[in-house]
């Protein structure tokens, strides 16, 4: 069964740095693009971070998070630096593996607040 579980966020001050983890099972992340979304309240989804040969990043973020594969852990994480309350949001792990709409994580919140 293919499965993605997230852990991390929560709450941090401005300037602060957080990494969100996304554990998968089923399948191993070195074979499928993988992806993080975040949407925070009263916004459409927005592309965080792809990783398909390349990563590329959302200009928003460009600079300060990073997309990282642990291949041995089967894990990809998302490090979050500098972080602003702009980005604060429900923010969600992709594997584009099992359905055309990909797998998603349970999501996870992170909260920019002083």
């Known amino acids: 069964q293919v499965q993605l579980v997230q852990s991390g966020g929560g709450l941090v001050q401005p300037g602060g740095s957080l990494r969100l983890s996304c554990a998968a099972s089923g399948f191993h992340i070195r074979t499928y693009a993988m992806s993080w979304y975040r949407q925070a309240p009263g916004k459409e989804r927005e592309l965080v971070a792809a990783a398909a040969g390349s990563i590329n990043y959302a200009d928003s973020v460009k600079g300060r998070f990073t997309l990282d594969r642990d291949n041995a852990e089967n894990t990809v994480y998302l490090h979050m630096n500098s972080l602003k309350p702009e980005d604060t949001a429900v923010y969600y792990c992709?594997?584009?593996?099992?359905?055309?709409?990909?797998?998603w994580g349970q999501g996870t919140q992170v909260t920019v607040s002083s």
């Open positions: 992709v594997a584009w593996v099992g359905t055309p709409g990909g797998t």
